[in-house]
Every structure is written in C-alpha cells, then in structure tokens.
C-alpha cells in the first residue's frame, strides 16, 4: 500500500485548502483513514480520521468545526477540508491508512499559513 498525500502549500490565514490522500491498493473500504500534522520542532499529533465503512468520523478539538474530512467519489481517496486556516496549522501534513494492525504513512504535504 502507497498513500500519496497532496495539495499543500502556502496560504494566509482564514484562507482555506483542500488535502487528498489517495491509495495506490485503488480502495480504503476497510481501513480507517487519518490525516495527522507535525510542526517543525513538535511531535506528530492527530488531526481527523474516518472509517471508510460507515463514515464515522473523529477531529482534534483544535480542528473541530474549521476542518472536514470526507470519502471521494472513488474508493481510493479520501480529502481533509481546512477552513478558516490558522498560523499554528501550519505543519507538515501526512495521511495513514489503519485496517487491522497493518499501518501505512504517506510521504506528507506541507501547508504553510501566514498572517
């Protein structure tokens, strides 16, 4: 499995961007999907993640409200929608894809957010 990440870049703030993270395998039915951050200097943190089957959903309270993670019309893709984009979102972004107790990283995007 190769997860590619995409769609970073720079952005001021309240402005918004769109990830996509997409599978090489063609499909996430059956893996729950997450996308986490980490900040130069700073550990990776959870950002949002959903489970293909069901589309339960989860966020960080940090995101909540300002983010939207969502299932692609093709099976293979999933997308975070950052709205309203603050200073300290910026990070490099990376997507993982859990099914059982395999877990697999994609390479990362940075989202730069200026003031």
């Known amino acids: 499995v190769q997860l590619q990440a995409s769609g970073g870049g720079p952005v001021q703030a309240g402005g918004s961007l769109r990830l996509s993270c997409t599978n090489s395998?063609?499909?996430?039915?059956?893996?729950?999907v997450g996308w986490f951050r980490q900040a130069p200097g700073k550990e990776r943190e959870f950002v949002a993640a959903?489970?293909?089957?069901?589309?339960?959903?989860s966020y960080a309270d940090s995101v909540k409200g300002r983010f939207t993670i969502s299932r692609g019309t093709a099976e293979n893709t999933v997308y975070l929608q950052m709205g309203n984009l603050k200073p300290e979102d910026t990070a490099v972004y990376y997507c993982?894809?859990?099914?059982?107790?395999?877990?697999?990283w994609g390479q990362g995007t940075l989202v730069t957010v200026s003031s």
């Open positions: 993982n894809a859990l099914r059982g107790v395999n877990s697999y």
């Open positions: 395998e063609r499909t996430f039915r059956r893996y729950v």
């Open positions: 959903i489970k293909w089957s069901g589309q339960a959903t």
